[in-house]
């Protein structure tokens, strides 16, 4: 039959009952390293370009300097 789940059997079930419900959700094998192993270089990825900002302004007097004279500069 189309639309019907192949281990659910309708005739074992009385009318008055539902079939039970089971979830299983538990990671299988390697799956559950792969998740942070993609997302990790992911995240580097996207802090980067704030960081290398950071190390700019940690090593440039000049532009510091910008920053305290106009601070909304660092806002956009």
């Known amino acids: ?3 019907t789940f192949p281990d659910f059997d309708p005739s074992a079930v009385s009318l008055g009952e539902a079939p039970p419900l089971v979830l299983d959700h538990a990671p299988e094998g390697g799956s559950r ?3 942070p192993a993609v997302l ?8 980067l370009p704030f960081w290398l900002v950071v190390v700019q302004l940690a090593s440039d007097p000049a532009a510091r300097a910008v920053l305290t004279a106009r601070p909304m500069v660092g806002v956009s």
């Open 1 to 3: 039959m189309h639309g």
């Open 33 to 35: 390293f792969l998740l």
């Open 40 to 47: 990790f270089p992911l995240l580097v990825a996207l802090m």
